[in-house]
């Protein structure tokens, strides 16, 4: 069952509301909402160039013909992956998360929060490894970025 299919401008709402919501929920201990909120109108305008660049494929995953989460790639990146907190524990970010695999190249990357636990303990049980590199976010307080990368002998465990 395809979950995936291309984003259009009319998602961009849905996207940020998906996207908000999650990152609210997992990355509140690392972005303080009193001192650091969600910043939606950046991401709006990142998400308006991203859906409208040639060279980034951005998808949004249904659930039930509903945008329920996000995904972005990049040449060898995936650049984004979310979904609806409704979502969680369902299933449909490994479904969704099999099917990106197989549009991307052999041996892609990923940059996770550090403090992401969620989501690494995610990448992790789908044959990600880090890499040992970080970088800074472009994002206050600037929290660290630690690269993944999967491998063709991973197994993928969905």
Same mark, same amino acid.
């Given at each position: 069952?395809?979950?995936?299919?291309?984003?259009?401008?009319?998602?961009?709402?849905?996207?940020?509301?998906? @996207?908000?919501?999650?990152?609210?929920?997992?990355?509140?201990?690392?972005?303080? @909402? =009193?001192?650091?909120? #969600?910043?939606?109108? /950046? %991401?709006? /305008?990142?998400?308006?160039?991203?859906?409208? =660049?040639?060279?980034?494929?951005?998808?949004?995953?249904? &659930? *039930?013909?509903?945008? !329920?989460? #996000?995904?972005a790639?990049? =040449? =060898?990146?995936?650049? *984004? %992956?979310?979904?609806?907190?409704?979502?969680?524990?369902?299933?449909?970010?490994? !479904?969704?998360?099999?099917?990106?695999?197989?549009?991307?190249?052999?041996?892609?990357?990923?940059?996770? #929060?550090?403090?992401? *636990?969620?989501?690494?303990?995610f990448?992790?049980?789908h044959?990600?490894?880090?890499?040992g &590199?970080? &970088?800074?976010?472009? #994002?206050?307080?600037?929290p660290?970025?630690?690269?993944?990368?999967?491998? @063709?002998?991973? @197994?993928? !465990?969905?």
């Amino acid at each position: 069952m395809t979950l995936l299919r291309t984003a259009v401008p009319a998602d961009l709402e849905a996207i940020l509301d998906v @996207q908000q919501e999650g990152s609210i929920r997992s990355l509140s201990h690392i972005f303080p @909402q =009193d001192r650091h909120p #969600f910043p939606r109108a /950046e %991401l709006a /305008e990142r998400w308006s160039e991203e859906i409208t =660049d040639p060279a980034v494929r951005v998808l949004v995953i249904l &659930r *039930h013909g509903e945008v !329920a989460g #996000f995904a972005a790639l990049k =040449d =060898d990146q995936l650049l *984004h %992956l979310g979904t609806s907190v409704e979502s969680w524990g369902s299933g449909l970010a490994s !479904a969704a998360h099999a099917e990106i695999l197989a549009l991307l190249p052999e041996n892609p990357r990923l940059w996770v #929060f550090t403090g992401n *636990h969620r989501a690494r303990r995610f990448y992790a049980k789908h044959g990600w490894e880090p890499t040992g &590199r970080t &970088r800074p976010t472009a #994002f206050e307080p600037h929290p660290e970025l630690l690269e993944y990368r999967w491998v @063709q002998s991973s @197994q993928d !465990a969905t």
